[in-house]
């Protein structure tokens, strides 16, 4: 079955850099578009970033544009978030989450569980 | 930006209730809705797809229905593990976007 697991969330100081990873599997990783999402405790569900099944296209959420970059190596199953320049309000939990090719923006069919990052100083 | 409204933001009904979310849109998605659960500290999961298909495994008492902007998920009979947050998202453009969730508690 489709597993996505997410690694890399912690607590780090503002300003800061991290990057977030996404081990897939149970699934033709390579053909399939990718989100991150996220979440701030409490709060409802944000998207984050959306990257193409080959890495080609790269679309973000204003609030993110600039500071944070979406990648994949679909040799390694693996998608990417690179957040730089971090602040308070970025402290969430982070989804990583399939998108399918069925008509509209890649709906999400399934999520991660999450990786939470903490913004503090 | 697409302005998903949902409400109610949160609802208390007893076993075997009939209950109903909407959510409104901003503008015209056409059936490009999907509705997830979420419970206490997991994951979302996707119930509804395309605004009224019932993804494969799910409980038949979970429903979705649309008339224009005005998208609604009905739960016919509440279980008690249906406890959750409840929240609808559009895919019809970027930025995708959720309404503010329904959280369902038994009363």
């Known amino acids: 079955q489709v597993q996505l697991v997410e690694s890399g969330g912690g607590v780090v100081q503002p300003g800061r850099s991290l990057r977030l990873s996404c081990a897939a599997s149970g699934f033709t990783f390579s053909s399939y578009a990718m989100h991150w999402v996220r979440q701030a405790p409490g709060k409802g569900l944000e998207w984050v970033a959306l990257i193409s099944y080959d890495g080609s296209n790269k679309y973000y959420a204003d609030s993110v544009k600039g500071r944070f970059t979406v990648s994949r190596d679909n040799s390694k199953n693996t998608l990417y978030l690179q957040v730089n320049s971090l602040r308070a309000e970025d402290t969430t939990v982070y989804y990583c989450a399939r998108g399918v090719n069925r008509g509209g923006w890649y709906p999400i069919d399934n999520w991660g569980q999450g990786t939470l990052v903490t913004v503090s100083s | 930006d697409i302005q998903m409204t949902q409400s109610p933001s949160s609802l208390s009904a007893s076993v075997g209730d009939r209950i109903t979310i909407t959510c409104q849109a901003s503008h015209d998605i056409s059936n490009y809705l999907n509705w997830y659960q979420q419970k206490s500290g997991k994951a979302p999961k996707l119930l509804i797809s395309?605004?009224?298909n019932l993804e494969t495994g799910v409980p038949s008492r979970f429903s979705g229905s649309r008339s224009g902007t005005h998208f609604i998920f009905t739960i016919s009979s509440l279980q008690p593990e249906d406890i959750a947050t409840y929240s609808c998202q559009q895919y019809d453009s970027l930025p995708l976007t959720f309404g503010g969730g329904t959280k369902v508690v038994i009363k």
């Open positions: 395309d605004a009224s």
